[in-house]
């Protein structure tokens, strides 16, 4: 069951920038915590960004510190990666997903609803 859908994934060249976003499907994930992941071919599943409820607090990999920025609107119930200094490793599929936890929020096992992934290609 897919609880999101997200958007902005498309084929970018070395050092270009992007936007992710992430709006809701099923129901309302105002109150959950939210975060980025990614999978690349061949590779398992890595954790990308997370952010609170309020987005008061936030979390990144230690790979994309500085270059990608989390945040959410809980009016429209969105959350977006916004993706700079984007290089040919960070190909891979997205996902966003939520979880009612507030903590360990870098576990995939943490969360239960999932999209269905957007594709980003780093690439000339």
């Known amino acids: 069951q897919v609880s999101f859908l997200e958007s902005g994934g498309t084929l970018v060249q070395p050092g270009g920038s992007l936007r992710l976003d992430c709006s809701a499907a099923?129901?309302?994930?105002?109150?959950?915590?939210k975060a980025w992941f990614r999978q690349a071919p061949g590779k398992e599943r890595e954790f990308v960004a997370s952010?609170?409820?309020?987005?008061?607090?936030?979390k990144y990999a230690d790979f994309v510190k500085g270059r990608f920025t989390i945040s959410r609107d809980n009016g429209k119930d969105t959350v977006s990666l916004q993706m700079s200094r984007l290089w040919p490793e960070d190909t891979a599929v997205y996902y966003c997903?939520?979880?009612?936890?507030?903590?360990?929020?870098?576990?995939?096992?943490?969360?239960?609803?999932w999209g269905q992934g957007t594709q980003v290609t780093v690439s000339s």
């Open positions: 952010i609170n409820w309020d987005g008061e607090n936030t």
């Open positions: 099923e129901r309302e994930f105002r109150t959950f915590s």
């Open positions: 997903a939520a979880t009612p936890y507030v903590s360990d929020l870098d576990l995939s096992s943490r969360y239960g609803y």
